[in-house]
């Protein structure tokens, strides 16, 4: 157990009991306990392998290369369509958690060995993502913009792209890629 991420489980006014059982099991299957984005982090040989995180109606193992794991009991879920590696276990009280306790250490397991023989996922490049015409006119017309916005990494590219591209009204697109090119121009990230 890292002290450091006691405070994530203690600040906790829901999921308290089942956040204790998830850490129980990760820590049983050897991972490192770390604190990363706000949350706990459980790594092997400091590579990410699941994350416990908690929503308004469900808490979650969150396993980043998700997609690779073998998922023979159907329980791994996709949070959006735009997330492309990680899946999500999803629990709703500590009943379940218990019931399915070897089920998660052999999801777990899978995981480590998934980074053990150093599999990738293949994401999709930021090519292969829709450039709103919005956002398209202003690279066409500003050209520090597009220099701007190539130089940004891939992650902060895609994530531009579709927060430019959800909005099903022009006006909507068009207000969205206005507020941000200060920020691509300044070279940072939607979230930055």
């Not at 023979?72 to 306790?101: C, K, M, P, S, Y």
């Not at 450039?131 to 066409?140: C, G, Y």
């Not at 520090?144 to 009204?169: D, I």
Request: aromatic fraction near 10%.
């Amino acid at each position: 157990m890292n002290p450091k991420v006691d405070f994530y489980f203690n600040k906790a006014t829901k999921w308290q009991e089942e956040y204790e059982r998830l850490r129980m099991i990760i820590l049983d299957c050897q991972l490192t306990e770390e604190l990363k984005w706000g949350c706990p982090c459980y790594t092997f040989q400091e590579k990410n392998i699941v994350l416990i995180h908690g929503f308004k109606e469900y808490c979650a193992l969150l396993f980043f290369k998700g997609v690779l794991l073998n998922d023979a009991n159907g329980i791994l879920i996709q949070q959006t369509e735009n997330v492309q590696a990680a899946r999500q276990i999803r629990f709703t009280d500590l009943r379940e958690i218990v019931e399915l306790e070897s089920i998660l250490k052999a999801y777990i397991y899978e995981a480590i060995e998934v980074e053990k023989v150093g599999l990738n996922v293949e994401l999709k490049k930021v090519t292969e993502f829709t450039v709103s015409a919005e956002f398209q006119n202003k690279l066409n017309h500003i050209p520090a913009l597009k220099t701007a916005f190539e130089a940004l990494t891939p992650g902060r590219q895609r994530a531009y792209l579709l927060h430019f591209s959800a909005p099903k009204q022009s006006k909507t697109r068009e207000s969205r890629v206005e507020k941000y090119i200060p920020q691509i121009l300044n070279g940072k990230g939607l979230d930055d």
